[in-house]
C-alpha cells in the first residue's frame, strides 16, 4: 500500500513564504516524477510545478521565478518552497507521484490528500 502525505500548508500574508513537503511511504520500489498540483474553488485543478527523478524541474507560468520545487530521492520526498505568495495562490496543493511499488507490475500514479494554502492579509 502506498501514501503520500502533505504538510506545510497554512495562512500566511502576501509577500509571505511557505514550504510544502510530501512523503511517499509503503512498498515503493523506485519513484520517477513529482509533482505538485493546486486547486483554488470553483477551478479546475492546475500543475504547478514537476520535478524528474534526475532533478530536472518545469512550473507554471503563473509560478515562474517564486516556487522551486526540489526533491530527496533517498527519503521518497518533494518539496515545494513558495516565496513571494499573492492571494490568487490560494488553493488546495496536492501532491502527484509516478512510483512503482513492490504490489504493482508497473507504473502507478498517485494523489496525496491535499493541503490547504491561504494567503490573505
Known amino acids: 500500500q502506498v501514501q503520500l502525505v502533505e504538510s506545510g500548508g497554512g495562512l500566511v500574508q502576501p509577500g509571505g513564504s511557505l514550504r510544502l513537503s510530501c512523503a511517499a511511504s509503503?512498498?515503493?520500489?523506485?519513484?520517477?516524477?513529482m509533482r505538485w498540483y493546486r486547486q483554488a474553488p470553483g477551478k479546475q485543478r492546475e500543475l504547478v510545478a514537476g520535478?524528474?527523478?534526475?532533478?530536472?524541474?518545469n512550473y507554471s507560468d503563473s509560478v515562474k521565478g517564486r516556487f522551486t520545487i526540489s526533491r530527496d530521492n533517498a527519503k521518497s520526498m518533494v518539496y515545494l518552497q513558495m516565496n513571494s505568495l499573492k492571494p490568487k495562490d490560494t488553493a488546495v496543493y496536492y501532491c502527484?507521484?509516478?512510483?512503482?511499488?513492490?504490489?504493482?507490475?508497473?507504473?502507478?500514479?498517485?494523489w496525496g490528500q491535499g493541503t490547504q494554502v491561504t494567503v490573505s492579509s
Open positions: 520535478i524528474s527523478r534526475g532533478g530536472m524541474t
Open positions: 509503503g512498498s515503493i520500489f523506485n519513484v520517477y516524477v
Open positions: 502527484n507521484v509516478d512510483l512503482q511499488s513492490y504490489a504493482s507490475s508497473g507504473m502507478g500514479n498517485y
